[in-house]
């Protein structure tokens, strides 16, 4: 399996980006994706999950500022990030996952950097 995150970059306080991630190896439209988040010492952080069927679930500090949504026929999840904040800071990866648990190992992440 492999999970390639891109589109990260430097942006501005109030500014906006938006992720993808192309996944690999797997039968995509099966399993529920999620955005992981690891910023310097921390550990990784689910953001944002989004399932087969397409309901969502998000971070609360991303409620309302964030959205992710995916293409089964891409096998590409996405996440569009607005409103962004220098906590928001961090490597951005994508994962499959139960629950809270990632089925795979971290792929290529992809750093946003939000400076005030």
């Known amino acids: 399996v492999q999970l390639q995150a891109s589109g990260g970059g430097l942006v501005q306080v109030g500014g906006s980006l938006r992720l993808t991630c192309a996944a690999s190896?797997?039968?995509?439209?099966?399993?529920?994706m999620a955005w992981y988040r690891q910023a310097p010492g921390k550990q990784h952080e689910q953001v944002a999950s989004v399932a087969s069927d397409g309901s969502t679930e998000y971070l609360d500090s991303v409620k309302g500022r964030f959205a992710i949504s995916r293409d089964n026929a891409k096998n590409t999840v996405y996440l569009q990030m607005d409103s962004l904040i220098p906590e928001d800071t961090a490597v951005y990866y994508c994962n499959s996952v139960y629950g809270f648990t990632v089925r795979y190992n971290w792929g290529q992440g992809t750093l946003v950097t939000v400076s005030s």
């Open positions: 190896g797997l039968i995509f439209r099966n399993h529920r």
